[in-house]
């Protein structure tokens, strides 16, 4: 399968609708979107390239779990404990998130052969400060520049 065809299938959305409904899924949308983004990269790598699964399963119940705790806390005092857990499962989620974008993104770079001269690099910063949105942002600029 080649270059166009592997980014097509990963077109997801505008980077804006999907920083929007992350913001008002509480986070729920993004698992989503990492799940079904790892389902259309794996279709395309062997078996020992692969994003597991169970990777991307975890995430998206851990995401829920996260989400039960968080929308307590809009009713609790400053200092309750429900706060500080949600602050700590908050903590944890975004460094599973920025495993998983990672992971993508080695894959995506190995996938479509490029190097880090090429412009249509996954840069590690951009990866690394806006992870899922980033990854996004980049598959839509790259599906514009092929038409």
Known sequence: MNKEEILSQLKSQSTWKLLILTILTLGIYT???????????????????????????????????????????????DGHIIITLSNVLDKIWCILVLIWSFKFRNRINQLLDLNPNDSDWFHGGGTFFFQYLYINFKINKLNKNMQ
């Open 31 to 77: 698992a989503y979107f990492i799940k079904r983004r790892s389902v259309t990269l794996n279709d395309h790598l062997g078996e020992d390239q692969k994003i597991s699964a169970g990777y991307t399963s975890f995430l998206l119940i851990y995401t829920y779990m996260t989400v039960l705790v968080v929308i307590p806390q809009f009713w609790v005092e």
